[in-house]
């Protein structure tokens, strides 16, 4: 690294180099950190704040710990670009979530330092878990799991499974740091959050931090009296924690930018056995004012100058779905009271800010929480109110069992908003949402629908809506074509598709193209180069057969497209009706293919899987030739 800036940072190719320096070069040390973290960030974009927030904890330790033989793992992630730099990474920065560059996560793959795969929130405690049972039966008995998670993601239930679990396991070396910024994307919900903020008010911590920083002292003969020491200041000082009362040692709150406080209490916790909990207070995008002062804004920001900080432009652009949604359940809202929305923690994400602010008492964050959220809203169904979950389809995943059992088996009248649908681009493979096709058409009862533009997506979203069970929208990350919404309350015929293009080509060389939901305006692009019909087909289920069978009739082959998995997905319901009405005609089935796709811009990912318009028309065109002929594919079988 050439910056002069970093002088101190550009001899650090590993944590053995930091852990060389002594303890006083620590805070240039941290300086330089975060001033590489910002400046690469908004060369990128990313998640800065959460970054900016962890860049001392992160120092601390890399220091204090004998990694990567001690295991930290990274709650989310999104926090682990100090990390990254500490481990080898600081020059691959500017390639952050760029397409061929590092992940904005931690990866298995990527260094030996990323001990576990995340993204998806509060995973971390339970693969600590895992690790320190596997570490302790291999003869390891030495070596610590640190799992550092989020005050935010700490509301999850797989974190209280794991504390559950973890609390028992005394012969585990287990530590929880919880990195308690008083922050989830948006503010914390909550009674957890409740708690936490009792165990940081006034004298509690200020007392805390004084106790913290004396019987922390890792110098051994003190060590006794420390222990002792702790038990009774513990006992003055007030209520027992609840995670003392899931069986976890439970020392802070600490001051998470106290380098100081930071290596000794670690540096102590190092070498104590069983269940361990650090309470670590930090400032979201603390040393960036920008950031400290809009912490939301700055959690995932594209590029921008760090000087002048995130513009708001005033040019208009395009509408995204999301904003598509914003309105429409505002709208909804005002016409029907018995409207409730639900967002797991992705109030901003998901377009809810301006419904909370309009009808608070219809808006619930119920934080991350999607198994929790999902079923809340089949309860709230079962009393006759008309719940709409506002969900990004990959953390949709994490509540399947709720959506078949206790939405769609009792048949319940829940709306599914199902944003970032399809490659999401800079967030990579753990965001994709690839798989809702295939994972919703095949639970009975549901009705799933992909819309094509704007309009559609807000009358779909309606006729999810009006329709008296289960019913999903999914849309994609960002705009589409700019097709002008009204504000009107429209339905769409159930189960409908409707031609979009008629083929002119001769018979023996009639294609027709199904295309869902995204896939509609590079498949009319794709068209005008091969003279095939376009079917929009905008529902995957009920799927239009009459549509499937009429087509198949007037064309000689038949080519699906869609933004998700091919296997079990939309082509597939259409390769399902055709043999069930036993028509045989040759068939390709383009979309998603069978790997995870990595990071990138969400054209170029699509451009890769050949979802573009000059991909679809190259695929038909391997496929059939240069125009179809019906004696070069006669008897081929389906894709
Ligand atoms: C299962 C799941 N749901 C939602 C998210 C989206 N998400 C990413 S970070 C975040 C907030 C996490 O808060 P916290 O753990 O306190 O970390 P902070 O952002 O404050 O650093 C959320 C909701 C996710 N990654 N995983
Ligand atoms: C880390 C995480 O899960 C979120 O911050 C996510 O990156 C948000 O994605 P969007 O930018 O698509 O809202
Ligand atoms: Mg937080």
């Known amino acids: ?109 990527e260094s030996e330092y990323d001990t576990f795969g995340t993204a998806h929130s509060s995973t971390s405690i339970s693969a600590a878990v895992g690790m320190a049972v596997a570490s302790r039966n291999q003869g390891h008995g030495k070596r610590q799991h640190i799992a550092v998670i989020g005050d935010g993601s700490m509301s999850a239930g797989m974190a209280f499974e794991a504390l559950n679990n973890a609390g028992v396991m005394r012969d585990c070396n287990v530590i ?18 409740r708690h936490l903020t009792k165990l940081m008010s006034g004298n509690f911590y200020a007392a805390a931090r004084r106790v913290g920083q004396k019987i922390l002292d890792p110098v051994p003969p003190l ?9 009774h200041t513990k006992g003055m000082l007030g209520p027992g924690t609840i995670f003392e009362e899931f069986g976890f040692n439970y020392l802070g709150p600490i001051d998470g930018h106290d380098l100081d406080t930071l290596v000794s209490t670690l540096t102590n916790l190092r070498h104590r056995g069983g269940p361990q909990f650090l309470h670590v207070v930090t400032r979201k995008g603390a040393g960036y004012k920008l950031a400290e002062a809009d912490p939301i804004l700055y959690h995932g920001p594209g590029k921008f100058d760090p000087v002048r900080g995130i513009v708001k432009t005033a040019v208009p652009t395009k509408p995204t779905y999301t904003s598509v949604f914003s309105d429409w359940i ?104 690839n798989y809702d096709y295939a994972f919703l058409r095949c639970i009975p ?21 009006e329709y008296a069970g289960p019913a999903a929208v999914r849309y994609p990350r960002g705009s589409g074509p700019g097709v002008a919404t009204e504000r009107v309350l429209d339905t769409l015929p ?9 083929s002119g080509a001769a018979a023996g060389g009639r294609v027709a ?24 087909m905008r529902f995957v289920k009920p799927l239009d057969a009459d549509l499937v069978r009429e087509l198949a009739a007037s064309h000689d082959a038949i080519v699906t497209v869609e933004e998700g998995a091919i296997m079990g997905g939309a082509g597939s319901a259409v390769t399902e009706a055709l043999a069930a ?25 699509l451009a890769e899987c050949g979802l573009d318009a000059a991909g679809i028309a190259r695929s038909v065109r391997e496929r059939f030739g240069g125009r179809v002929r019906l004696a070069a594919v006669a008897g081929s079988a389906s894709a």
């Open 1 to 109: 690294m050439s910056d002069p800036k970093h002088t101190l940072l550009s001899t650090i190719d590993s944590p053995a180099d930091l852990r060389r320096l002594p303890r006083e070069r620590l805070p240039q040390l941290a300086d330089e950190l975060r001033e590489h973290v910002l400046h690469s960030v908004s060369r990128t974009g990313g998640h800065l704040s959460s970054n900016l927030g962890t860049v001392e904890l992160t120092i601390a330790l890399h220091y204090a710990f004998d990694t990567p033989d001690d295991r930290i793992i990274w709650d989310v992630g999104h926090q682990s670009y100090p990390h990254k730099i500490l481990t080898g990474r600081r020059d691959a920065m500017g390639g952050l979530r760029q397409y061929g560059g590092i992940s904005g996560f931690p990866r298995r793959c």
């Open 176 to 193: 929880v740091i919880l990195n308690d910024n008083e922050m989830s994307i948006s503010p914390p919900v909550g009674a957890l959050h």
């Open 223 to 231: 060590r006794e009296f420390a222990r002792k020491f702790e038990e």
């Open 330 to 433: 505002c709208d909804m809202a005002a016409k029907d009271s018995r409207l409730m929305a639900i967002t797991p923690a992705m109030r901003e994400g998901s377009g809810l800010v301006k419904f909370e602010q309009q009808f608070p008492t219809r808006y619930f964050d119920v934080g991350i929480a999607e198994q929790h959220a999902v079923t809340f809203a089949a309860g709230i169904a079962c009393e006759g109110a008309k719940p709409v979950v506002a969900i990004y389809s990959t953390f949709l995943q994490r509540a399947y069992d709720q959506l078949i059992h206790d939405v769609a088996l009792q048949n319940l009248d829940v709306t599914f908003a199902i944003d970032r649908a399809g490659l999401v681009g800079a967030d990579g493979a753990t965001h994709a949402g």
């Open 445 to 465: 009862n549901m009705v799933v629908m992909a819309p094509a533009d704007e309009a559609e997506c807000r009358r779909m979203l309606t006729t999810a809506y």
């Open 494 to 502: 159930l189960g409908k598709g409707e031609i979009r293009r008629q």
């Open 513 to 536: 193209i199904l295309a869902f939901g995204s896939m509609v305006a590079p498949a009319l692009a794709a068209a005008e180069q091969l003279d095939a019909t376009v079917a929009n």
């Open 581 to 605: 009405h036993g028509i045989v005609l040759p068939v390709l089935q383009l979309g998603l293919p069978d790997r995870f796709v990595d990071h990138g811009e969400q054209g170029v990912l």
